[in-house]
């Protein structure tokens, strides 16, 4: 009895490690040498495509010791937390590793699932987009996105524009990864919310 109830937490334990490096492991995996990105910012100046917004949040992706991207979440005064697919932000990664363009897109739309089942045809039609937008990253390298209620997300690499995806559920699901409820990391959701007591407001305990 004492070696099934063993294995039981061995197993709990490796499923949850699983869950938590799932993004870092195939969304930002194959990597070259970390660089020096900003790192936290301190500033409330507003997101240039988004006028009057403040930093809500910050936080750092980790695996196993390794910098994946520094993440920055913008708002507009009065945002609510729990209800983020119905107002206005900017979700800002810099990257700390070389990672492909495919691998985002591909990562990215099975994160998406996390929040509901895609039907095949949607899935394909949303990989098709991500694919046509997302660049490879190199080290200090900024992918933006912005969600627009109501009308979609839009996205800038370095601050130039690459594209945008006309689909409202889209946005919803693809900022979802981060902020929604179901995403596979949740502390890194909640220092971007700025639902972390445990650090300052617009700050990550960053290791």
């Given at each position: 009895m004492l070696s099934l109830v063993r294995w039981l937490f061995d197993a709990s334990v490796h499923a949850h490690l699983l869950r938590s490096c799932a993004l870092a492991l195939a969304l930002f995996a194959p990597v070259a040498a970390p660089a020096n990105p900003s790192g936290p910012t301190t500033v409330d100046a507003a997101h240039l495509q988004l006028p009057g917004s403040r930093l809500l949040g910050q936080a750092t992706l980790t695996y196993f010791g390794l910098r994946i991207y520094h993440a920055r979440l913008w708002t507009l005064p009065g945002f609510n937390p729990h209800k983020t697919g119905d107002q206005p932000l900017v979700l800002e990664l810099e990257y700390f590793r070389s990672i492909p363009g495919k691998s985002i897109a591909e990562r990215s739309l099975q994160e998406m699932r996390r929040a509901?089942?895609?039907?095949?045809?949607?899935?394909?039609?949303?990989?098709?987009?991500?694919?046509?937008?997302?660049?490879?990253?190199?080290?200090?390298?900024?992918?933006?996105?912005?969600?627009?209620?109501?009308?979609?997300?839009?996205?800038?690499?370095?601050?130039?524009?690459?594209?945008?995806?006309?689909?409202?559920?889209?946005?919803?699901?693809?900022?979802?990864?981060?902020?929604?409820?179901?995403?596979?990391?949740?502390?890194?959701?909640?220092?971007?919310?700025?639902?972390?007591?445990?650090?300052?407001?617009?700050?990550?305990?960053?290791?």
């Open positions: 509901g089942e895609l039907s095949p045809e949607l899935g394909q039609r949303w990989l098709a987009d991500m694919q046509r937008l997302f660049p490879n990253v190199k080290p200090g390298d900024r992918i933006t996105g912005q969600h627009v209620p109501a009308q979609g997300a839009r996205f800038w690499h370095n601050g130039s524009p690459i594209g945008q995806v006309d689909d409202e559920l889209f946005s919803q699901r693809f900022f979802g990864i981060w902020l929604a409820p179901s995403t596979s990391e949740a502390d890194l959701r909640l220092q971007l919310l700025g639902l972390d007591r445990t650090a300052p407001r617009g700050f990550a305990s960053t290791p």
